[in-house]
Every structure is written in structure tokens, then in C-alpha cells.
């Protein structure tokens, strides 16, 4: 796998690492969007999972490349959410069908990055099983309508669902989260560093990560195509669960989310563009 050059004194860099990162942390909060589709679009999904599954070894070769991003993510994840908020609660489909084609953008290249090692019948397989498992879990999410009262214990399980969003790509907490009455109280409490909130959801993700980074970077030295092209089968069906159908009802709203669509692809590209230019062969 490619690996992302390190931001090192280049302050061009830090910044363009900074901004990916606060779009990983707005994946991370935002409705229907995935951190961790973003981690992987952005190239730094496997570099985090190397480190989280052995810091101590790999503290010094990693953690450069990954300070910006990490402080990007907390920007992004405290900060920067509640404008984008906005535009998702005032414009909802034009917002959500430019990450779409951010990620649509990106396929082409994460399809180059999963044969670097070759392709099997196992690796499109498993993109056929991931796809249809992602669509069969979402679909069926979408249609509970349980409400539950917000405690200690659950949210624990809100953390573990906030460090799989990142851990396993295209799976977005808050859809895990919404159709249970518990992304609301969750994000408000971390958004107003609720401490009842804060400690059983930041033991429930660091849980999360010690018990699966691993397991995912093993994943990874073993199977390299069946698992990235599992990945490419999550990111393609939670981009198509979350397209606003409605929003195409009209031709002046389908002409505008349109036009979004367009314009994330372009992003996307360019940004593929400029990764290819700072990525260490």
C-alpha cells in the first residue's frame, strides 16, 4: 500500500493534512458520512491502523505523519461539525451529495491502491459480501423506530460504535446511533464536554481500538486484496444508502444535487491528484 509522506517542516503539508483530518472528524459526526471512508479516501486509514495495533513500535515513523490529522480530526469532530451542521440542517441534500461524489471521486484510486498486491476471485467476493451485508444492516437500521433512554452503559456502546465508524469504513455511528434515540444526547454531551458522557463514551472507543486495530492490521498484512476489496464493497454501499433520492423529485433540486455530486468528484480528483505528488512510492 501506498503510504502518505510525512507533513515533516512543510507547512503547506501540515495544513492540507490538518484539512483532511477535520473532514475525517466531520465524517466521523455527521449523519450517514464515515470517517473512516474518508481515512481510507485520504490515504490514512492504513498508516492509523499500523500505529493503533502497535504504537510503541511504530511511535516514531507514524506519529509525524499523524499529529495533523489528529488534530485536524478534534477541529473537525468539536469544531467545525456545527457549521457544516448547519448547511446539512439548512441544505441537506446538496451537503450530503458532495460527499458523495468526494468519495465517488475517490474510487478509481482506491481500486489501483486494492490490486497493488493483485486480485483474486476471493478479493471481489469479498466485496460482493461486504457490499450486500452493508446494504442488508442499513437497510434494516433505517427501518427501527427504537427509542432509548440514555445511561452509563449505553453509552459505552456509543463509543464502541464511534471507534467502529472509523475502525471499519462506511460504517457512520450516527446511523448506528440514530435509529436508537442515542446520537443526539451523545454528540450534545461531547459537544458541551459533558463528563457523563465523555468517560464512558472514551472508554467504550478505546476499548474498540485495542480490541480490533490489531485484528485489522493483521487483516491487512495477510489478506491485502480480500480485505481492501471488502472495504471498497462498505464504501460503495454506504455511499449509495445515504443518496437523498427524494432530493432528485424536481428538476431544479435534482439539477443542484447534481451539480454537488460534480463538483466532489472534481475535488476528489484533484485532491487524488496532489496525493500522487507527496506519496512515497
Partial sequence: MKKTQGSGSNPFLIVYHIIQGALIGLGAVLPGISGGVLAVVFGV???AMEFLSNPFARFKTHVPLLIPYGIGGVVGFLGIANLLA?????YPDPSVCLFIGLITGMLPSLFREAGEKGRSAGSWISMAVCMVFIFVLLGALAWLNVTITPNFVWYLF????LALSVIAPGMSFSTLLMPLGLYTPFVDGIGHLDFGVLIPGGIGALVTVICLAKAVNALFDHFYSIAF????GIVIAATVMIIPFSGFASAG???VNLICIAVGIVLALLLD?????????
Avoid: Q, R
Avoid at 476489496?229 to 471498497?232: A, D, F, R, T
Avoid at 491528484?273 to 512510492?281: A, G, T
Fill in 86 to 90: 448547519f448547511f446539512l440542517e439548512k
Fill in 253 to 255: 433540486a435534482a439539477a
Fill in 229 to 232: 476489496h471488502g472495504i471498497i
Fill in 158 to 161: 456509543c463509543g464502541f460504535c
Fill in 45 to 47: 486509514y492504513k498508516p
Fill in 273 to 281: 491528484h496532489f496525493n500522487s505528488k507527496v506519496e512515497v512510492k
